[in-house]
């Protein structure tokens, strides 16, 4: 293959110039963010044989909703403290800490929902296993907020772990997420989400893209519903188009695909989805792959098979548009997949008090890159 004479430098700019924002971003203020408060579970939906849809009561505030400005998309930091469970695959005392984004609207009075898969109990894991297996509170009645230093977790031991009518039984979800016997989480609501320079994404793009994979749908279908129910009264607003590509192993591992497919139908001229498997020679698959195919054809969508390519870009999502500032693609997922699409995400140096150093996005790379994106165009969650 032949290589231009300047290849070697410009890839040393790119990197100087990416060495510089690290170094920029690491003396940038950190932000301040929420206290941490108590959430109480009233509601648990089973999704799949290994996933739930929890919804947790806000605190009795002042505010209503999960974060003041209803418009800006929500992610909420869930810290269990050793000796609740989940730590009990490392053998250690230690705090266990994870990130959610919640699917429900941020303004949404009174109550989140976040998609949890209950992972197997690893080490350094065990979050999602353990919110599985959470008690519903029986009784929903104002909880005191709470702080590191008096935070206990059990609010009724004797409470029932029941789940949504119709959805499943609480036989079925103990066997699969070991329920436990606490009914609340300690959460911290995170500082906005910088988006190539702003946390709005309201009224920024005329056409949006989503590309989803397993339980990265939750943070895109909050924006999703952000861009399609929020600002009726903006004209610039209600003509955002947004286009999700959802992407998953099997068809049984498709989350949350009735609240996606009722938002179709409320937008049909403004929220085209595409869902794609990846594993069709599965043998649960083999006599589904045609009602799938029904399904999403009746539901408004699309349907394909594959993990993602340049081509699969193309025909899901909007078109490149040369980086005029109308067009922006979110790519949501575990490491790997977001590599594939988009190019791996880097991060800055920790922080002197040893949190993670914030994201940063790096160079545009896989198949949007090969589709012709530019990086101004592409934000990697």
């Known amino acids: 293959m032949h290589h231009h004479p300047s290849s070697a430098a410009t890839m040393l700019k790119i990197a100087s110039i990416y060495l510089f924002l690290i170094t920029i971003i690491t003396k940038l203020p950190k932000a301040t963010s929420a206290p941490q408060q108590r959430y109480t579970l009233i509601r648990k939906t089973r999704l799949s044989h290994d996933s739930c849809l929890l919804r947790f009561a806000l605190p009795s505030t002042e505010t209503r909703t999960l974060d003041n400005d209803p418009t800006l998309p929500t992610c909420i930091k869930i810290t269990l403290p050793a000796g609740t469970g989940a730590d009990a695959a490392t053998n250690t005392e230690k705090d266990v800490s994870k990130s959610y984004s919640p699917i429900s609207h941020p303004s949404a009075k009174d109550y989140f929902e976040l998609v949890v898969k209950s992972y197997d109990f690893q080490p350094g894991g065990g979050m999602g296993a353990f919110l599985c297996g959470l008690q519903v509170h029986d009784e929903v009645r104002p909880v005191e907020d709470a702080n590191e230093s008096n935070y206990d977790p059990v609010v009724d031991a004797n409470s029932n772990a029941n789940v949504s009518a119709g959805e499943s039984d609480d036989r079925t979800l103990k066997e699969t997420c070991n329920t436990n016997t606490f009914s609340s989480i300690l959460g911290k609501l995170k500082s906005p989400r910088m988006v190539h320079g702003g946390p709005s994404i309201l009224n920024r793009w005329k056409h949006v893209g989503l590309i989803a994979g397993g339980t990265g749908i939750a943070p895109l279908f909050q924006i999703a519903r952000i861009l399609l129910e929020s600002g009726a009264e903006s004209e ?120 993670k150093g914030i994201k940063i996005q790096g160079p545009l790379l896989g198949w949007l890159a090969q589709a012709g994106y530019r990086a101004s165009e592409v934000f990697k969650y």
Request: overall charge negative; proline content about 6%.
């Open 236 to 355: 610039d607003a209600a003509r955002t188009t947004v286009h999700l590509l959802y992407i998953n192993r099997q068809q049984e591992d498709i989350l949350i695909k009735d609240a996606i497919d009722e938002l179709v139908r409320e937008h049909p001229d403004r929220f085209f989805v595409t869902y794609s498997l990846t594993r069709p020679d599965y043998q649960s698959e083999s006599t589904s792959i045609e009602q799938c195919k029904q399904s999403a054809v009746a539901c408004n969508s699309e349907f394909k098979l594959g993990r993602g390519s340049s081509n699969m870009a193309l025909d899901a999502l909007p078109p490149p548009a040369d980086g005029d500032g109308s067009t922006m693609v979110f790519i949501c997922g575990k490491d790997g997949f977001v590599q594939s699409w988009g190019g791996a995400i880097g991060r800055a140096p920790d922080q002197p008090d040893g949190t």
